[in-house]
């Protein structure tokens, strides 16, 4: 099921625990061009291209590509001239440019649900990466105890997640209900979002299907070697600090050489 990307705009944060400021800050230290992987509705992309790195954005979900497309054409002229939105799978593109950094934020390698997507997906990173080059993502971290309260008779159970006020006075309520396959390594999540209007009155509900896989450190640094990789950096969140809590987000660099 595709996104509906006003709602994903409404509940998404402008920045994730860091997130923006770091891929950003990546980009200035390459110096670009730049490709992010998974762009969205270009959460992270405007902000690199505004810096003056030029930056490609993929991306495959139809309604989030219009709404890339959209946003793209509102920039200023010499953002838009830095900018290049691309329709294609992560797991099977083919450019011409070859990049200082590739980049893919918000747990966007986990739409790989294979091994044999992952290396896919990888292939292509390293084949468009420049001599130097670097890839950096991130992914959340497989929480055993999160994971133990959707599991059993808890598993699939609808849970609140937020609240996000409308400028109208009304309000978008976001709910969702997980289901952890730990054999395959995959979450199942259903996301029901419900806007009221002001007096209360139910306006319409959207359901969003999404199945991502799960990854641990050992198999990020198994997944990226295979595919070539020598030098892999795996932080515990977007500070720099050491990965050693069972919460933390896996902040991950790796380097050709």
């Known amino acids: ?21 770091w891929y950003r800050d990546r980009a200035r230290e390459s110096g670009g ?12 992309t405007f902000g690199i291209a505004q810096d003056g790195i030029s930056i490609h954005a993929l991306e495959t979900d139809p309604a ?25 799978d992560m797991r099977w593109f083919e450019l011409s440019e070859r990049f200082a950094l590739i980049i893919a934020p918000f747990r966007a390698f986990l739409h790989n649900l294979t091994e044999r997507d992952q290396l896919a997906c990888l292939t292509r990173v390293r084949k468009h990466l420049r001599p130097g080059g670097r890839f950096a993502f991130n ?26 006020p409308l400028p109208d006075g009304g309000c978008v309520v976001r709910s969702e209900a997980n289901r952890y396959d730990t054999v395959r390594q995959r979450v199942h999540s259903q996301h029901r979002y419900e806007e009221y209007a002001a007096d209360g009155t139910l306006q319409r509900t ?52």
Do not use: C
């Not at 515990?236 to 896996?250: M, N, V, Y």
């Open 139 to 164: 992914v959340f971290h497989p929480s055993l105890d999160y994971m133990s309260h959707h599991s059993g008779a808890l598993a699939g159970v609808w849970r609140w997640v937020a609240t996000v």
């Open 64 to 88: 989030m590509l219009e709404t890339l497309r959209r946003k793209a054409a509102d920039q200023p002229r010499d953002v838009q001239a830095r900018l290049t939105v691309v329709d294609g």
């Open 206 to 257: 959207f359901l969003h299907r999404l199945e991502l896989a799960y990854l641990y450190a050992p198999d990020i640094r198994r997944l990226l070697m295979e595919a070539g990789f020598k030098s892999v950096q795996i932080n515990g969140g977007f500070d720099g600090r050491a990965f050693e809590r069972d919460t933390d987000e896996l902040v991950v660099q790796a380097r050709l050489d």
């Open 1 to 21: 099921m595709s996104y509906e990307p006003r709602l994903y705009d409404l509940v998404t944060p402008e920045a994730l625990a860091g997130d923006r400021d």
């Open 33 to 44: 061009p730049v490709l992010e992987l998974g762009a969205g509705t270009g959460r992270i």
